[in-house]
């Protein structure tokens, strides 16, 4: 019952969420985002895991906020063989406003409707 933020502590040492690029082969901003969650946590999310019609958008960034029982399971890129994230957190958003980059706390605070 209690609203939790997947955070992700990149090899680099910095926080982050999942994220990614657009690829040729994807539909539309949802299906990046559907690719690069699995490609990130081995989560698998529909639409209908999406907890609001909203999408946050900056910097060419589309962010959805979608629900999960899961955790998360960190695997290489399957392109780069990279691992890209050594640890996960589920925290409070008001934790994850604190830990991520502006750019992606702006993310928290819009879709989860945080002052």
Do not use: M
């Not at 990046?32 to 990130?40: D, L």
């Not at 209908?48 to 960034?61: C, F, H, I, T």
């Not at 999960?68 to 996960?88: A, I």
Request: with cysteine; aromatic share 10%; proline share 5%.
């Amino acid at each position: 019952g209690e609203e939790k933020v997947l955070v992700l502590l990149s090899s680099a040492g910095k926080f982050d969420i999942p994220k990614g690029h657009v690829d040729k082969t994807d539909s539309d901003d949802f299906g990046t985002a559907q690719r690069e969650c699995f490609e990130e946590t081995q989560i698998f999310v529909t639409k209908g895991d999406l907890l609001s019609d909203e999408k946050y958008v900056d910097r060419g960034l589309s962010v959805f906020l979608a629900g999960t029982t899961k955790d998360p399971v960190l695997t290489r890129n399957p392109k780069s063989g990279k691992l890209e994230h050594q640890k996960f957190y589920w925290v409070e958003p008001e934790i994850a406003q604190f830990l991520l980059p502006s750019y992606l706390s702006g993310a928290v605070q819009s879709l989860l409707k945080l002052p």
